[in-house]
């Protein structure tokens, strides 16, 4: 597996994870295309700025060249103002067909890494739905601790989450399954 920046190209994939009423149905349901497309303009300008940091996990063995290949998922880290503070929060999605691999714990994993060798992002936090067993198994094995289940606004959306952090660098799960 493998981790690339998002690209223009990367429009359907966008689309399939977030219009799709089963991909969505922990954040509140499909979002229109049009905002999609949206979304993904603004992803490419804040991975231009490198303040986000916006990968494309892209499974061995996809087609396409070391760069290339169909796109099973995508993790996020980026920063966010809340309750007057900046953090950092880590998000991730992985397609039907792709689920149940590892991939995203593993990316997760990585850009954990990544984000400790960086040492600009400190504690990342983590919201996954409260009944998102997959995505709250991945926070579990890879050390976050949970902080306890909270409301948060989602794409304008009202969420029931846990709240995981965890300091990159002090993870303890081994990213593999």
């Keep these: 597996m493998r981790l690339r920046n998002v690209r223009a190209e990367d429009v359907e994939a966008y689309v399939r994870m977030r219009c799709d009423p089963a991909m969505m149905a922990e954040l509140g349901g499909p979002l229109p295309r049009e905002r ?50 900046t953090v950092s929060e880590i998000g991730w999605m992985v397609l039907p067909e792709y689920q149940g691999r590892g991939l995203a714990k593993t990316a997760v994993r990585r850009v954990l890494d990544a984000a400790a060798e960086d040492g600009r992002w400190g504690e990342v936090h983590a919201n996954p739905g409260t009944t998102n067993g997959p995505s ?42």
């Design 136 to 177: 709250n198994g991945i926070c579990r094995a890879l050390g976050f601790r949970l902080l306890g289940e909270r409301d948060l606004d989602f794409s304008d959306r009202i969420l029931r989450t846990n709240h995981w952090v965890v300091v990159p660098g002090e993870h303890l799960g081994s990213g593999t399954e």
């Design 36 to 85: 999609v497309e949206r979304r993904l303009r603004t992803d490419l300008a804040l991975v231009a700025g490198d303040t986000a940091w916006i990968r494309m996990i892209v499974p061995d063995g996809a087609d396409g060249g070391a760069e290339d290949g169909e796109a099973a998922g995508v993790v996020t880290l980026w920063s966010d103002e809340e309750d007057g503070e």
